[in-house]
């Protein structure tokens, strides 16, 4: 850098900055950041450098409690996703988003969602979209008795479904609520775990499926999950829907 400037090392950059095809598809990027290159002093180019190479601040990071989002770029060379996830598991309640098909500046190269997972970030932080969310699904009486039990033993495990199950997965736009319930039904029946069928049968119903709906997922389970598993199942289901056949 200081010997030649930014110029001879741009083709460097650009392979690291961006995913192989994406200047081809977008010259105008490709021309920004060069033009943006070449405006930087070589001399403060090259201090950055330095100061990057020595710089260690891991030991820092259980230090920070703010909201925090660690984005990452799934092809990036330089920053890769697992550095993303090691930063992400040493900031306590942060959240991870890997952008794809980008590499080093994905905030250029998948600009749209690089934007919105910064403005959900923002403006609807993942711990209150989990408890929002949670509440929408299992219902307030419920979400309320798990607040008045918890305690400082079980406040990780709460904290944890909350960012996770309810903050990031129920949340996705990829598949609806009812969608979700189904397969969370027939999760459960597999797995045997009848304490939860039977709440999130209860969450079924808020989320819109009928009785009948909820039968059928049950009676699918039978044939994939075994007929013991099933009958157990109906039971549970029986039981929560007669208190509430509405």
């Not at 330095?50 to 984005?71: C, G, W, Y």
Request: overall charge negative; glycine content about 6%; hydrophobic content about 45%.
């Amino acid at each position: 850098m200081r010997a030649e400037g930014t110029g001879a090392l741009l083709p460097a950059l650009l392979g690291r900055w961006f995913t192989a095809g994406f200047l081809e598809r977008r010259p105008d990027a490709g021309a920004d950041v060069e033009a943006t290159l070449a405006a930087c002093d070589p001399e403060g180019y090259a201090g950055c450098c330095e100061a990057i190479a020595t710089m260690d601040q891991r030991t820092q990071l259980a230090a920070i409690t703010a909201p925090t989002l660690v984005v990452a770029g799934s092809a990036d060379p330089v920053t890769p996703p697992a550095t993303a996830l090691s930063l992400h598991e040493a900031i306590a309640g942060s959240a991870l988003t890997v952008l794809p098909a980008a590499a080093h500046l994905a905030n250029i190269e998948q600009a749209d969602r690089f934007n919105a997972a910064v403005l959900d970030h923002l403006l609807d932080p993942v711990v209150e979209r989990g408890r929002r969310t949670r509440r929408e699904v299992l219902g307030d009486a419920h979400v309320d008795r798990s607040a008045a039990t918890a305690t400082p033993f079980s406040a990780p495990f709460v904290d944890l479904i909350t960012r996770y199950a309810w903050g990031d997965i129920w949340t996705r736009p990829g598949l609806d609520r009812k969608t979700r319930s189904c397969i969370t039904l027939a999760m459960l029946v597999t797995l045997g775990r009848h304490e939860e069928l039977a709440l999130h049968v209860r969450a079924a119903r808020r989320n819109g499926l009928s009785p009948d709906a909820i039968g059928e997922v049950l009676l699918q389970t039978a044939i994939y999950a075994g007929v013991p598993a099933a009958n157990s199942a109906f039971a549970v289901a029986e039981r929560v829907l007669s208190e509430d056949p509405s």
